[in-house]
């Protein structure tokens, strides 16, 4: 590699675990091939090894960034990708990686099939690429897929090595195949898409199965049929479970308030989380705060202004601290969690006016 390119990688790389660090690096590397390319990926792949990212950041592009244009997707596909990770594909370098490799997979973390409209054999022959040995995050979301793929992705060495998964759809027909997969060894986490309409003998097949017997968190990301979702969690295995993260849009259209009344579920949890939520209005703030957590290990709000934050919304930042500052001291909430993580809704004043009600943890 020259010492040209060199410079200007690490002149990229110095900007930290941003978008817009990681939007200049598929454009560097989009401008190589051949030797130059490999030499470069040599480079950044060790480099990115490092990154630290936060657990609600994500990668974001704007419909200004040229990266938006050449991928050929909707904006949805940007809105909905994977928390807790930076490094995801470009929608234009998985539709490649359907017909053929590249050293700049080794790049990724993430690949997300939202809005790609994927086969089953397109699906398989991505996944299947033996670049993709960093990729922790699968988000197959709204991809339509078959039994073979459920019969043999799970057996894909890039698999062997996931830690998140995320599903939004899962037809009937598919339950058989779903429960019989085996075990996926470092999953960690899996997330109930947005567009997930639940049924016990799908979403039970998905949450019975030996693949995801070692998840800790389970996301429920859907206002469909809350009550139905949580009676299949409550009836499923998942011995490990600790922890539900809330992340639907509306959070009073959510399983949150429902979760809360099943006792037998919730005294499992030892961590609630309240996802990013895009509008937090004072009104549900108070909603928030008047809710029986009976006695919740740990309130998680971390998230709440995790997206204002990401997209440099600083007046809806102070409006929510100024909500939970309203709101939270001397509520029912404050009375019924152990403990309260508050993330981006901190301030001095909150911290004062909550000293001896509840423990407050970074």
């Given at each position: 590699?020259?010492?040209?390119?060199?410079?200007?990688?690490?002149?990229?790389?110095?900007?930290?675990?941003?978008?817009?660090?990681?939007?200049?690096?598929?454009?560097?590397?989009?401008?190589?091939?051949?030797?130059?390319?490999?030499?470069?990926?040599?480079?950044?792949?060790?480099?990115?090894?490092?990154?630290?990212?936060?657990?609600?950041?994500?990668?974001?592009?704007?419909?200004?960034?040229?990266?938006?244009?050449?991928?050929?997707?909707?904006?949805?596909?940007?809105?909905?990708?994977?928390?807790?990770?930076?490094?995801?594909?470009?929608?234009?370098?998985?539709?490649?990686?359907?017909?053929?490799?590249?050293?700049?997979?080794?790049?990724?973390?993430?690949?997300?099939?939202?809005?790609?409209?994927?086969?089953?054999?397109?699906?398989?022959?991505?996944?299947?690429?033996?670049?993709?040995?960093?990729?922790?995050?699968?988000?197959?979301?709204?991809?339509?897929?078959?039994?073979?793929?459920?019969?043999?992705?799970?057996?894909?060495?890039?698999?062997?090595?996931?830690?998140?998964?995320?599903?939004?759809?899962?037809?009937?027909?598919?339950?058989?195949?779903?429960?019989?997969?085996?075990?996926?060894?470092?999953?960690?986490?899996?997330?109930i898409g947005q567009s997930y309409s639940p049924k016990p003998q799908r979403i039970g097949a998905l949450?019975?199965?030996?693949?995801?017997?070692?998840?800790?968190?389970?996301?429920?990301?859907?206002?469909?049929?809350?009550?139905?979702?949580?009676?299949?969690?409550?009836?499923?295995?998942?011995?490990?479970?600790?922890?539900?993260?809330?992340?639907?849009?509306?959070?009073?259209?959510?399983?949150?308030?429902?979760?809360?009344?099943?006792?037998?579920?919730?005294?499992?949890?030892e961590t609630i989380t309240i996802l990013s939520v895009e509008h937090l209005t004072p009104i549900d703030?108070?909603?928030?705060?008047?809710?029986?957590?009976?006695?919740?290990?740990?309130?998680?709000?971390?998230?709440?202004?995790?997206?204002?934050?990401?997209?440099?919304?600083?007046?809806?930042?102070?409006?929510?601290?100024?909500?939970?500052l309203e709101h939270v001291p001397g509520s029912n909430l404050a009375e019924t969690v152990k403990r309260?993580?508050?993330?981006?809704?901190?301030?001095?004043?909150?911290?004062?006016?909550?000293?001896?009600?509840?423990?407050?943890?970074?």
């Open positions: 590699m020259t010492k040209q390119l060199r410079d200007e990688a690490d002149a990229i790389l110095e900007g930290g675990a941003t978008s817009e660090t990681w939007g200049a690096i598929i454009r560097l590397v989009d401008a190589r091939s051949g030797e130059e390319l490999e030499e470069l990926v040599d480079h950044l792949e060790a480099e990115l090894a490092r990154w630290k990212v936060g657990r609600h950041d994500r990668w974001i592009v704007t419909d200004h960034d040229p990266i938006y244009a050449k991928s050929g997707v909707s904006s949805v596909f940007f809105s909905r990708l994977q928390r807790g990770s930076m490094r995801v594909a470009p929608p234009h370098w998985v539709k490649q990686a359907t017909t053929e490799g590249s050293p700049r997979l080794r790049l990724v973390d993430a690949v997300s099939l939202g809005e790609l409209k994927l086969n089953s054999t397109q699906a398989l022959k991505l996944l299947g690429r033996e670049e993709l040995v960093n990729l922790r995050h699968l988000d197959l979301h709204d991809t339509k897929l078959t039994k073979t793929f459920w019969k043999k992705a799970p057996l894909l060495p890039a698999l062997q090595r996931l830690e998140s998964l995320r599903v939004s759809i899962l037809h009937e027909d598919l339950a058989a195949a779903v429960e019989a997969a085996p075990s996926l060894p470092k999953l960690r986490r899996l997330a949450l019975g199965s030996d693949m995801v017997a070692g998840v800790e968190v389970v996301a429920l990301e859907t206002s469909n049929n809350g009550r139905a979702l949580l009676d299949t969690l409550r009836a499923s295995g998942l011995p490990e479970l600790r922890e539900i993260e809330i992340g639907s849009p509306d959070l009073f259209d959510s399983p949150l308030e429902p979760l809360l009344g099943y006792e037998e579920l919730a005294s499992r949890i703030f108070s909603a928030l705060a008047a809710l029986d957590f009976g006695g919740v290990g740990e309130l998680d709000l971390s998230g709440v202004n995790a997206e204002h934050r990401l997209r440099g919304r600083a007046e809806h930042v102070e409006v929510n601290r100024a909500g939970a309260l993580r508050l993330g981006d809704l901190w301030s001095p004043e909150l911290a004062a006016a909550l000293d001896g009600q509840v423990e407050l943890v970074e």
